[in-house]
């Protein structure tokens, strides 16, 4: 599941998958949770190359259904944009 945001004129990709991978010939296993993780990138403006990073949306354990997932992803990517003041800080790899 893909889902596209802005905050704050930045994109932000809510991306949510199953924890564990589909094994072939079987069926998702959604019981075992999810993970997710947002990809962070300015809007497109048609003439300069756009920048654009992903971070994994930290947790203990697998979000237990795809609603929380996405509410973290939110979250998660409200507060990077909020706490980066100088506008550079996502945009450098740690």
């Known amino acids: 599941m893909n ?13 949510v998958y199953p924890h564990r991978a589909t094994q072939a ?5 959604y019981e075992e949770g ?8 300015e809007p ?3 003439m300069d190359k756009v920048r654009s990073r992903l971070f994994r949306v930290p947790g203990r354990r697998p979000f237990l259904n795809t609603g929380d997932a996405r509410r973290a992803c939110v979250a998660y990517a ?11 800080a996502i945009w450098e790899p740690v």
Request: glycine fraction near 12%; hydrophobic fraction near 30%.
């Open 25 to 29: 010939g079987f069926g998702h296993n």
């Open 44 to 46: 497109e403006s048609g």
């Open 3 to 15: 889902t596209i945001r802005q905050y704050r004129g930045l994109d932000i990709s809510l991306l």
């Open 34 to 41: 999810f993970d997710a993780s947002i990809r962070i990138s």
């Open 78 to 88: 409200e507060m990077l944009i909020d706490e980066d003041r100088s506008g550079r």
